[in-house]
């Protein structure tokens, strides 16, 4: 018994020295680092911001996507007890929002939900109030602030399925030092990889408690980052101010349609808008709306109308079959000798009128009767060489398309003439066209983006000016711009005048589309430059079933007009 009794002893007092040398190194040797082993699984960071991405600037460096820190409403999914309860409650302080159903669907229930921006400090107190476990009002940098311009330019960002908000709604990888987010389409899809070069440049510590609940007293500390990746934005040739200004126009004028405005003597857009808008941080919204918002109608095609006359008139002009004081005579339509008949928009008849005069009056049997001197194959050249068989946007990516596609019969050549069948082409070509005109007969290439920049502003990569090309002489330039002063001082668009001189070409360009009513889509355009001496801005104005573009796109074009030159003057 006695030696049985010393064996246990022995045994206790062999584990008991065990248990003592491994406490003694638990605590003396590894217990620095065990601790901070235990620091950590209490203690997380998310970004201080859902989409840490480089900006998108205008010619002057500032943000036109209006990147900025609010306060955001984040939830925890894994800490509410009640979901439903919770989602009442937050209804009633902010109404619907517009994606709170991402709670019930989160992949990550430990991930926090972003459900709302820029919340106002009243609803802030609220939120507050209700002590919600799990609902916290936290201060993070968002992406598209409320004043975002040139959105269809800029484009917007989609974490793998196309309508998923990169603000709104789960954030999924808050924790992940690389969002999920990439460029869906604009701006955001062709520099997708410059943009997302970089890191969050702070982070917000968490601490849970050993059940996995967040600590909110010892929580949403800042933590900066020592070491980042610096950011790269994308500078546009856009100026914000102009661009400002241009949508505002639109916003009480436009429900849809597209503006561009553009430096004649360069090529450089300065300002291009479509309607109707869009809120890039809120896709889902329009995906199937009516008036497709997220189509971008500065690069959509369209029949031209009678703007195009003025590539039949240069061409016509500088190929020596017409003079600007040739007389012709409108009887209201023009009838080919195969039978088919176009019409004037004037049925009347203009009666008896120069060339010059045809062209301010927009009369269709004279421009048909020209166009068939010059010839389809003629005719095509000079479109081509105005820019309008392809797309160009210098440091842009377009899809191609085919936007001269007439036909050899006369009466093919004839609607093409005055800009229907055959021909399709999109406002931004129609503004680079115009310039050739304005800039006395040479192309430029539009040109939208200036380069990449590092965070102080060193470029890191220019995007060059594209093709710059003399198409018609200076003398023929010039006299087709009389011809266009002719159309606003005289002809169909008198209402786009300004006390500087303008100049252009209205169109009211048939869709083969009817509405509701069963009545002919027709839609509204103007294009023209200012001032009459020395042109150095573009305008072109689309309307989207405005009807008349002397009525509707001309007014439109003339308010830009008078902010251009103001803004100039002052």
């Known amino acids: 018994m006695r030696r049985r009794l010393n064996v246990v002893f022995s045994i206790l007092i062999l584990v008991g020295l065990f248990l003592a040398g491994r406490l003694?190194?638990?605590?003396?040797?590894?217990?620095?680092?065990?601790?901070?082993?235990?620091?950590?699984m209490q203690q997380r960071y998310i970004r201080n911001e859902p989409v840490p991405r480089g900006d998108v600037l205008d010619r002057n460096l500032t943000s036109l996507t209006d990147t900025r820190t609010g306060l955001a409403l984040m939830v925890f999914p894994n800490l509410l007890k009640n979901m439903d309860l919770v989602s009442q409650e937050i209804r009633s302080v902010f109404g619907e929002i517009y994606n709170i159903d991402q709670l019930t669907a989160a992949e990550n229930w430990e991930e926090p939900v972003v459900l709302n921006t820029f919340t106002s400090f009243e609803k802030v107190a609220k939120i507050q109030d209700l002590n919600l476990p799990g609902v916290f009002i936290v201060p993070?940098?968002?992406?598209?602030?409320?004043?975002?311009?040139a959105r269809h330019?800029?484009?917007?960002?989609?974490?793998?399925?196309?309508?998923?908000?990169?603000?709104?709604g789960q954030t999924g990888s808050m924790s992940k030092q690389k969002p999920d987010y990439t460029g869906s389409s604009g701006i955001e899809k062709r520099y997708d990889p410059e943009l997302s070069y970089g890191e969050s440049s702070s982070l917000w510590s968490l601490f849970f408690d050993a059940r996995g609940n967040l600590v909110p007293g010892l929580s949403f500390d800042k933590v900066e980052r020592k070491q980042q990746s610096e950011r790269y934005s994308v500078v546009l040739t856009v100026d914000g101010n102009l661009q400002a200004e241009v949508e505002s126009i639109m916003d009480k004028t436009v429900a849809q349609g597209a503006v561009v405005v553009m430096d004649a003597g360069t090529g450089a857009v300065l300002a291009a808008a479509s309607r109707p808008n869009?809120?890039?941080?809120?896709?889902?919204?329009?995906?199937?709306?009516?008036?497709?918002?997220?189509?971008?109608?500065i690069f959509n095609s369209y029949y031209p109308g009678s703007i195009f006359k003025i590539v039949v008139a240069a061409a016509a002009l500088e190929e020596g079959l017409v003079s600007?004081?040739?007389?012709?005579?409108?009887?209201?339509?023009?009838?080919?000798?195969?039978?088919?008949?176009?019409?004037?928009?004037?049925?009347?008849?203009?009666?008896?009128?120069?060339?010059?005069?045809?062209?301010?009056?927009?009369?269709?049997?004279?421009?048909?009767?020209?166009a068939l001197r010059l010839g389809r194959s003629k005719l095509l050249e000079y479109a081509r060489a105005f820019g309008l068989e392809k797309e160009l946007v210098t440091g842009y990516a377009l899809p191609g398309y085919n936007s001269l596609n007439v036909g050899y019969s006369a009466g093919d050549l004839g609607n093409a003439a005055v800009g229907q069948k055959g021909v399709h082409v999109s406002p931004l070509q129609i503004a680079?066209?115009?310039?050739?005109?304005?800039?006395?007969?040479?192309?430029?290439?539009?040109?939208?983006?200036?380069?990449?920049?590092d965070g102080n502003g060193r470029v890191l990569e220019n995007v060059l000016q594209g093709e710059e090309?003399?198409?018609?002489?200076?003398e023929t330039a010039r006299t087709v711009q009389a011809m266009m002063k002719l159309t606003t001082t005289i002809g169909t668009g008198k209402s786009a005048w300004i006390p500087e001189g303008a100049a252009g070409k209205t169109s009211s360009a048939e869709t083969g589309q009817v509405d509701e009513q069963g009545r002919q889509i027709i839609n509204a355009w103007f294009t023209g430059f200012i001032p009459l001496e020395h042109p150095k801005y573009v305008i072109t104005v689309l309307v989207e079933g405005g009807n008349y573009g002397g009525k509707v796109a001309a007014p439109i074009f003339r308010e830009i007009a008078e902010y251009l030159l103001g803004a100039k003057d002052s």
């Open 24 to 40: 003694i190194l638990i605590q003396l040797v590894d217990g620095d680092g065990l601790s901070q082993q235990a620091a950590l």
């Open 140 to 149: 993070l940098t968002i992406r598209y602030g409320p004043d975002s311009l």
């Open 153 to 168: 330019l800029v484009g917007h960002l989609t974490s793998g399925k196309e309508g998923s908000a990169p603000v709104f």
């Open 278 to 297: 869009y809120r890039q941080d809120r896709v889902g919204q329009v995906l199937d709306a009516e008036g497709a918002p997220l189509l971008n109608r």
């Open 324 to 370: 600007p004081q040739e007389i012709f005579n409108c009887t209201g339509n023009y009838q080919f000798d195969s039978g088919l008949e176009i019409p004037c928009w004037n049925t009347d008849g203009h009666g008896e009128l120069t060339f010059a005069e045809a062209l301010g009056f927009s009369c269709n049997p004279t421009f048909i009767e020209v």
């Open 432 to 453: 680079a066209m115009t310039s050739v005109v304005a800039s006395g007969g040479i192309f430029h290439t539009p040109k939208l983006v200036e380069g990449v920049v």
């Open 469 to 474: 090309k003399r198409i018609i002489s200076a």
